[in-house]
């Protein structure tokens, strides 16, 4: 529980969120469904359902369960996703409350349609000049990820955005993410500014997330340096960086890479058809991974707070174990 002390460091963040916690479970593909959405809710955070590249009546069929229980959560939209703008148009139709632009960076056109939708939005910052673009176009709040993240990431650490936006763009809320797993992190960052935070490996490895038993036991035994990011190969194939534990199946991406690379070169596939069947294997690797539970030949997304996190505990619990470290991390500091 937050004392009346410290609620000025958590204002913010509960003021946009309408949540008791600013604490968002960032959108997980094939991971963040409705029914862990709704624990984080149900444990006063925030959640944020991942549209992926989910059909549209199975996505509907999700956000409806969410409006039925009458909680606060957001859909995230990943830019890059083949089915992405039939996604947006649904979920504006839908009058979700908050989207969340991930994958890329949102055209100005799409922030309008979200916001006329009567949405908040939240957009990604991978740098100041992003963060002035997303501004511009009207992005209620940023979320600041670090390369630290697991997932689709950017290439500037937490720290150095935490620097570069964070301190300089007070007019938003700005929550600040990647490689964060502690209360006591979360009070310093709350300290320097941060409306709140999101976190997703902590999330996925929650009683309630859907994770093959296979996948969480991995994570529990991963150390902070296996969680890797892929490498972009050539410019020709502009690839999103992802970051995942080290296995074979990132290694078969690299085949995959190389093999777009070489029919790109003789002119066999476009390159919009060469980065769709990069999104094509992602979302199928994944897939096998946290449904399946192949964690040899699946991907296994994971940030390097991944090291952080020993074991797999209820959701209430977690969130609760989070707000008492930050507050005692207050008390601590003599505030």
């Keep these: 529980m937050i004392g009346k002390k410290h609620l000025k460091y958590w204002q913010r963040g509960?003021?946009?969120?309408?949540?008791?916690?600013?604490?968002?479970a960032g959108a997980m593909t094939w991971i963040?469904?409705?029914?862990?959405v709704r624990a984080v809710a149900d444990a006063g955070a925030f959640g944020?359902?991942?549209?992926?590249?989910?059909?549209?009546?199975?996505?509907?069929?999700?956000?409806?369960t969410l409006q039925g229980c009458g909680c606060r959560f957001a859909v995230n939209l990943i830019t890059i996703a083949p089915n992405y703008s039939s996604h947006l148009e649904k979920v504006a139709s839908w009058?979700?409350?908050?989207?969340?632009?991930?994958g890329s960076f949102p055209r100005q056109e799409e922030v309008r349609i979200a916001k006329e939708s009567g949405a908040?939005?939240?957009?990604?910052?991978s740098n100041d000049s992003i963060a002035e673009r997303m501004i511009a176009y009207g992005a209620d709040a940023l979320i600041l990820e670090g390369s630290e993240a697991g997932g689709h990431i950017g290439h500037v650490s937490t720290i150095v955005l935490i620097q570069q936006v964070l301190f300089h763009y007070p007019q938003v809320p700005v929550f600040v993410a990647g490689g964060i797993a502690t209360g006591r992190m979360i009070a310093h960052l709350l300290l320097m500014g941060a409306a709140g935070v999101q976190m997703g490996t902590i999330f996925a490895m929650a009683e309630e997330s859907p994770c093959h038993p296979a996948f969480k036991e991995r994570f529990r035994k991963a150390r902070a340096r296996e969680a890797f990011a892929?490498?972009?190969?050539?410019?020709?194939?502009?690839?999103v960086a992802v970051r995942a534990l080290?296995?074979?199946?990132?290694?078969?991406?690299?085949?995959?890479?190389?093999?777009?690379?070489q029919k790109l070169e003789r002119g066999e596939i476009s390159r919009i058809q060469a980065q769709y069947e990069v999104e094509k294997y992602w979302v199928g690797a994944l897939r096998r991974a946290v449904q399946d539970g192949d964690v040899e030949h699946g991907s296994l997304m994971a940030g390097q707070s991944v090291g952080l996190i020993q074991d797999s505990?209820?959701?209430?619990?977690?969130?609760?174990g989070l707000v008492a470290e930050a507050e005692e991390t207050f008390s601590g500091l003599g505030l």
Excluded: H, W
């Design 14 to 24: 509960r003021d946009f969120l309408g949540v008791e916690y600013p604490l968002i």
């Design 32 to 36: 963040s469904t409705s029914g862990l």
């Design 48 to 64: 944020v359902l991942a549209a992926g590249n989910m059909p549209a009546d199975l996505l509907e069929k999700e956000v409806r």
């Design 95 to 102: 009058r979700v409350p908050y989207i969340v632009f991930a």
């Design 120 to 125: 908040k939005v939240l957009c990604f910052a």
């Design 230 to 239: 892929t490498p972009q190969y050539s410019s020709a194939l502009p690839v």
């Design 246 to 261: 080290k296995n074979k199946g990132s290694e078969e991406f690299g085949r995959l890479q190389l093999e777009l690379i």
């Design 313 to 320: 505990r209820p959701v209430k619990e977690i969130v609760n």
